[in-house]
C-alpha cells in the first residue's frame, strides 16, 4: 500500500463536477433503473442483505477476472491463505490492491458500483473503503464462519455496504449467506476463524454470535445461487457465512466495501482486518473519512433518495 499522506481533499464536491466518475454514471443510469428498484432499496434496508442480478455487463467481469488472476499472480505482503495446511483446496485472501492492481483501479472506477452503493446506502457521498480479493480454489472445505464485518475495522457509522462478486458460477452450497434484518444490531464479538480467538475487542465486552450453524431454522437466512455478472450486497453489520468449494469448481469473488456520509474514523488500539498503518497519525478519531486512501466516487442527491437529510 502507498505510504500515508496528509493530503487531504477541502472540496470533494466541487472536485467531482464534471469528474471521470461522473460522466461514467452518466452511462449507468438507465442500467441502474432497471436492475435496482424502490422495492430493492427497501428490502436492502429491511434485510441489510440484497442480489442485484447482471448488474454486470459482460466486458466489466472480463476486466475483474484479469484483475483477480493478475491478483493471484502476484500477491501483496497483505496476502494470506486462509484454509488449514490439511485442506485439500486454498482459500486465498488479499487486500486494498485498487492502486496497484490496473484492473481493480479501472473497475471500482468505472462500473455501475459506487452508484448503486449510492442509492442502497442513501447517502450524498460514497467513498471507496477497501477491495478484498477472496478465492476457493476447488475442494476447499473450509467454511467462511458467520460473522459480522464491521467489529473488525477502524470506522464507526451506519452508511456502509459491502458488494460481493464472483467471477465464477457459484452454487447455493458454497455462496454467501445472511442473517436477514442482523444489520440493526447488537455488535457481535469478532473472533479470529481458524481458533475462534477474540484478537479485537476484549473477550465480554460484545456479545457473542448466537450459534446459526446448529440452528439454521430458527434464523431467516437468505443467499442466493449466483452467475457472473451477479452482485451480493450488504451491510457490514449483517451477519453473514459462506460454504466451501466442492468437486472441481473455484470460487474467485471481489469483495468492495463503500462508505457513505455518516461514517467516521473510529482508530482502533489493535490491528484491524484491513490494517491502514499510520492513519490515525493523519486522520483523528471522529473524523471523515476524507484521505486519499479512501477516494470520493459519488457526490450528490442519491435517486429515489429524497428523504435524506
Known amino acids: 500500500m502507498p505510504p500515508l499522506s496528509n493530503a487531504m481533499d477541502p472540496h470533494p464536491q466541487k472536485r467531482q463536477q464534471n469528474s471521470p466518475q461522473e460522466r461514467f454514471q452518466q452511462r449507468f443510469r438507465q442500467r441502474l433503473q432497471a436492475r435496482l428498484?424502490?422495492?430493492d432499496i427497501a428490502r436492502f434496508d429491511r434485510d441489510g442483505a440484497l442480489c442485484i442480478k447482471q448488474l454486470l455487463a459482460p466486458d466489466e467481469v472480463a476486466l475483474l477476472r484479469e484483475g483477480i488472476d493478475a491478483n493471484l499472480a502476484a500477491p501483496s505482503p497483505r496476502a494470506k491463505v486462509a484454509s488449514r495446511p490439511d485442506d485439500p483446496g486454498r482459500f486465498f485472501?488479499?487486500?486494498c490492491n485498487w492502486q496497484d492492481i490496473?484492473?481493480?483501479g479501472r473497475f471500482v472506477h468505472e462500473t455501475p458500483l459506487a452508484l448503486a452503493a449510492q442509492r442502497l446506502m442513501q447517502s450524498r457521498s460514497v467513498r471507496l473503503y477497501h477491495d478484498h480479493v477472496l478465492v476457493k480454489e476447488p475442494g476447499t472445505r473450509q467454511r467462511t464462519p458467520w460473522h459480522q464485518d464491521q467489529p473488525y475495522y477502524n470506522i464507526d457509522g451506519r452508511q456502509n455496504i459491502s458488494m460481493w462478486i464472483p467471477v465464477d458460477p457459484v452454487s447455493r452450497a458454497a455462496t454467501l449467506e445472511f442473517v436477514a434484518g442482523s444489520h440493526k444490531g447488537p455488535w457481535l464479538m469478532p473472533r479470529t476463524f481458524l481458533d475462534n480467538q477474540a484478537k479485537w475487542f476484549p473477550e465480554g465486552?460484545?456479545?457473542d454470535l448466537p450459534d446459526v450453524e446448529a440452528n439454521r431454522d430458527?434464523?431467516?437466512i437468505v443467499g442466493w445461487e449466483l452467475e457472473p455478472g451477479d452482485v451480493v450486497c450488504f451491510h457490514m453489520l449483517t451477519l453473514h457465512a459462506a460454504g466451501g468449494v466442492e468437486g472441481s469448481h473455484r470460487r474467485r469473488v471481489f469483495s468492495v466495501r463503500f462508505l457513505g456520509d455518516d461514517t467516521r474514523h473510529a482508530p482502533r488500539p489493535w490491528k484491524t482486518?484491513?490494517?491502514f498503518p499510520g492513519l490515525a497519525d493523519v486522520l483523528p478519531a471522529g473524523a471523515e473519512m476524507n484521505h486519499p486512501l479512501?477516494?470520493?466516487?459519488?457526490?450528490g442527491q442519491?435517486?429515489?433518495g429524497e428523504h435524506v437529510a
Open 273 to 275: 482486518s484491513p490494517e
Open 302 to 304: 442519491p435517486e429515489g
Open 218 to 220: 430458527a434464523f431467516p
Open 294 to 299: 479512501f477516494p470520493l466516487l459519488c457526490a
Open 93 to 95: 485472501e488479499d487486500f
Open 37 to 39: 428498484t424502490e422495492d
Open 102 to 104: 490496473p484492473q481493480f
Open 205 to 207: 465486552s460484545l456479545q
